[in-house]
């Protein structure tokens, strides 16, 4: 199992609206940047997303989320009256990419983002690295890292 942050800002889609979805699944979808596709087109079913919210006061991981199924076709991008149009993509040739997630939980307490910062042991993770990179993975020993900390968020 891998683990990945996917990183949103709770105005547009929050952990509550994944929840809220219908079965608790929603399609993470509307990336438009090279890395962050390259990310979702190497997710697996069963892998964690630690779902990150960004562009507020409060900003942290707030809750996680898990991969229900693999990447595909982002249909927004054939759409030709959506902002996410693109006219060099075509269903034989798409540019941009969409999994699924399911709700997992939300944590008692958030991690704030300026917790993740302090860390030394996290000091390499592409969230904080590329701040605009919406979906990026987690090594091995950053998740050993964050393990702790949401266990002390779970007190």
Known sequence: MAVWILKTEPADCSLDDIR???DGVMR??????YQARNNLRAMRCGDLCLIHH???????IVGSAEVS???YPDPA???????LFDPKATPEAPRWFAVDIRYCGRFPEPVPAQRLREE???SGLALLRQGRLSVSPVSGGQWSVLRVLLGEAER
């Open 20 to 22: 809220n979805a219908p």
């Open 28 to 33: 993470w979808d509307g990336i438009r940047n």
């Open 54 to 60: 960004s562009s507020v006061r409060d900003a942290g």
């Open 69 to 71: 199924r693999e990447s």
């Open 77 to 83: 991008q054939f759409d030709t009256a959506s902002a």
């Open 120 to 122: 030394p042991g996290l």
